[in-house]
């Protein structure tokens, strides 16, 4: 947290200076068009910065094209605003399925991007067509050098449309177990129960174990002891369950007596089983042990602990006659 506000800090400082520099230079260049005009310095600030952030002039020769390009970009910020307010609905009733509309969503982004760009530079009189076909030219340049991005982009539409995993699933990647919180085009994001964020780029998404598809077991074992019987301890089990039930609310489908595990030197071990998301099992599985604990003690049931048989044996000796 210390070093994440340090880079925060870091980002504020410099974006601090660069837009102190800027201001800087605009004030400059008006101060030399209107106070320094006939002096050398005023007139090589003209020529060098004048040619760059003299506003007023500049506005006043091209207000019709910088209000075209205003409308222009407002317009399709509208049109996003708009489709994104449309699929709210659809995300919030088909929550499993709100991956598919994020990514249709940033595809939308950036393809009205790309037009209200090629608009403004065809307001101000720039070639479009010429630019199109430059634009494809860089980009089949830009493909051969950028063949993983490609692979990424690629990947990221497989995992969509193919839903191996969606937005809230609980998936392990490599060594790292955690949620998805995000699926873009390029990367898929996965935070851990830690709040660590682990970013993949989602064509290095080879082997993934999802643990969302189904529900997950949360196993409460206990030991008894062997002196007591056992017919009446699993009765005061089956019997607890509702109650179990109640105070975990985590638990999806049970809990269901599993019977005896084990028998060993600790005692007799015994089963309970629900179960629950595998992002709550660990939570469920501490509420059940508290749960069977304050059970077994309000029924005087006594728990297993090792035990330890000695056998003395008493040599004595046999007088012979």
């Known amino acids: ?17 660069v837009l102190s520099l800027f201001v800087t230079l605009i004030t400059l260049a008006v101060v030399s068009y209107y106070f320094l005009g006939g002096t050398p310095f005023g007139e090589f600030v003209n020529s060098t910065l004048g040619k760059f952030f003299n506003i007023f002039e500049l506005f006043k020769n091209n207000w019709l094209t910088i209000v075209q390009s205003i409308v222009i970009i407002l317009f399709f910020w509208m049109l996003n605003k708009l489709f994104e307010f449309l699929l709210v609905p659809l995300v919030k009733k088909r929550s499993r399925h709100s991956t598919f509309w994020i990514i249709l969503t940033s595809v939308f982004k950036y393809l009205t991007s790309a037009i209200a760009i090629f608009l403004v530079l065809s307001a101000w009189g720039v070639d479009t067509p010429t630019l199109l076909v430059g634009a494809g030219i860089l980009g089949l340049a830009i493909s051969f050098g950028a063949q993983s991005l490609i692979e990424d982009v690629i990947a990221g539409l497989f995992i969509v449309f193919e839903k191996q995993f969606l937005i809230g699933d609980t998936i392990q990647v490599g060594n790292v177990r955690g949620k998805v919180t995000s699926i873009g085009i390029r990367t898929t994001t996965v935070e851990d129960i830690y709040g660590d964020v682990l970013i993949v780029n989602n064509s290095d998404l080879r082997q993934i174990l999802n643990t969302s598809l189904n529900l997950s077991p949360a196993n409460c074992e206990v030991y008894i002891s062997y002196d007591q019987k056992l017919e009446n301890i699993e009765q005061i089990i089956i019997d607890a369950l509702p109650r179990i039930k109640e105070k975990v609310p985590a638990i999806k489908e049970g809990p269901f007596y599993r019977g005896v595990q084990k028998l060993d030197e600790h005692g007799v071990l015994v089963r309970i089983q629900g179960r629950t998301e595998d992002i709550e099992k660990y939570q469920a599985l501490r509420d059940m042990n508290r749960e069977v604990k304050v059970i077994f003690e309000e029924k005087g049931v006594k728990f297993g602990f090792p035990t330890v048989n000695i056998n003395e044996v008493d040599n004595k000796e046999v007088k012979t006659k």
Do not use: E, G
Not at 10 to 16: D, E, G, N, P
């Open 1 to 17: 947290m210390k070093l994440r506000k340090q880079h925060k800090t870091s980002q504020l400082v410099t974006k601090i200076v």
